[in-house]
C-alpha cells in the first residue's frame, strides 16, 4: 500500500490514471485499526487492477476535509481524479468494502 501524504495525494490520486483505493485513517482511532488488516489482504487480492493507498488523516486535517472526509474511517474509490464511492463509519465493514472494491475492480 503507497502511503499518501498532502505533498503526493494530487499526483498519486487525483491525477492519477485507473482505480485508486484510499484508506482514510487517523491515529487513536480504533475501527480504522481494526479495518486497516482488511484492507490490506484485499490490496492482495485486487492489487493488480485498484491501486491501494492510505492517508493518515491527523497530519493532513485540511486536505481530509477538501475531500469531504468529516468521519472515519473512511474507504474510499477514486476515477478520473473524482471519489466515485466510499465507505464511512459504520458502513466501513470488511464486508461492504469488499463489495465496493469488486463493483470498481477492472473498470
Known sequence: MLELTKENFQAEVLDAEGTILVDFFGDG?????????????????Y????????????????????????????IAIYQGGQKVAECVKDDATPENVEKMIKEYYGK
Open 47 to 74: 492489487g493488480d487492477k485498484i491501486k491501494f493507498t492510505s492517508l493518515n488523516t491527523t497530519k493532513a486535517r485540511r486536505l481530509a476535509i477538501g475531500q469531504k472526509i468529516l468521519g472515519l474511517p473512511v
Open 29 to 45: 482511532c480504533v475501527p480504522c485499526a481494526a479495518l486497516m488488516p482488511h484492507v490490506h489482504k484485499f490490496a492482495e487480492t
